[in-house]
């Protein structure tokens, strides 16, 4: 993780904590419930989990049921820039978290994309008002869009601090093998701790989404149930079973279900379930 090698875990702690002092009377009187979009941040400190899959796919069938769409990619990785460069807006994630950086334009087929650049993993240095600043400028695109949805870099640091702050939901996609199983209760201790620090109780977490399941997998099936029996009010009511068709549709930048293989159209039914059920609980 990037951010820990560089500044380290007390680092980090240091910035939330900072930020949370100078700025928890703004943060509870500027609530999402004056602003018209809604944020949904995909989150999960670990990397391989289905992220930018989940977040990408949800951005289509957003904007294809009608829906204004905002997907910022603040994962310094860019893969969901490199998916959606047609969608390409004319600020980038970085420039999100500086003063005057709205608004955001661009984009084409109802998806707007606050693109990943280099100088993303600069920001995890910057000091603790950018986390405010970034907040800002989505409050200030709130009527231009009806959703933003942010795909997260999978460590804990001020972008993804700033993401949580931000957000009006929050879901996990998790895969369902031992090392990430063990790292669920350090990733609702986040999404938590970041709801009580900053006054955010109207903050929603979605749940933990088993993502890429292999339903054929006694391991995987045992973790799953292993998964609800531990922590099974914090799990989202549904999964995404691993099939080929998910890969090939981030490399063409179409969604699943437009590509004409069999395996690739269930897998279309299977998500376009699973994402109608995350609209309907953003309400």
């Known amino acids: 993780m990037v951010y820990r090698q560089r500044c380290g875990l007390n680092h980090t702690r240091h910035v939330i904590a900072a930020i949370s002092r100078q700025n928890t009377l703004r943060l509870k009187t500027s609530g999402l419930c004056r602003v018209c979009m809604k944020t949904i941040v995909i ?14 796919h949800l951005a289509w069938h957003l904007a294809e049921t ?4 905002l997907l910022i990619d603040a994962d310094a990785q860019g893969n969901a820039t490199d998916t959606m460069k047609l969608h390409r807006g004319d600020v980038t994630a970085a420039e999100l978290f500086r003063q005057g950086s709205a608004p955001v334009t661009g984009g ?16 995890d240095r910057s000091d603790a008002a950018a986390i405010q600043q970034f907040r800002d400028n989505l409050r200030s695109v709130s009527a231009v869009f009806d959703v933003c949805v942010i795909d997260t870099p999978p460590s804990l640091g001020l972008r993804s ?27 609702l201790q986040t999404v938590i701790g970041v709801q009580k620090r900053y006054g955010r109780s109207d903050m929603k977490f979605l749940g933990l989404l088993p993502s890429n399941f292999n339903t054929k997998s006694p391991r995987q099936r045992a973790h799953l149930d292993q998964l609800l029996r ?24 179409v969604p699943v279900w437009k590509l004409k293989k069999r395996s690739a159209q269930e897998a279309g039914r299977e998500i376009r379930l699973v994402l109608s059920r995350i609209v309907e609980q953003m309400g």
């Open 43 to 56: 989150n999960n400190q670990k990397g391989g989990v289905g992220k930018t899959t989940l977040a990408v």
């Open 66 to 69: 009608g829906g204004r769409v």
């Open 108 to 123: 084409v087929d109802g998806i707007t994309l606050a693109a990943s650049d280099s100088s993303l993993t600069d920001v």
């Open 161 to 187: 601090v700033a993401a949580l702050v931000s957000a009006s939901h929050v879901l996990s996609p998790i895969y369902l093998e031992d090392y990430s199983v063990k790292g669920v209760k350090g990733l």
């Open 230 to 253: 531990e922590a099974g009010k914090y799990v989202f009511p549904g999964h995404i079973v691993a099939r080929d068709g998910y890969a090939e549709a981030v490399a063409e930048g």
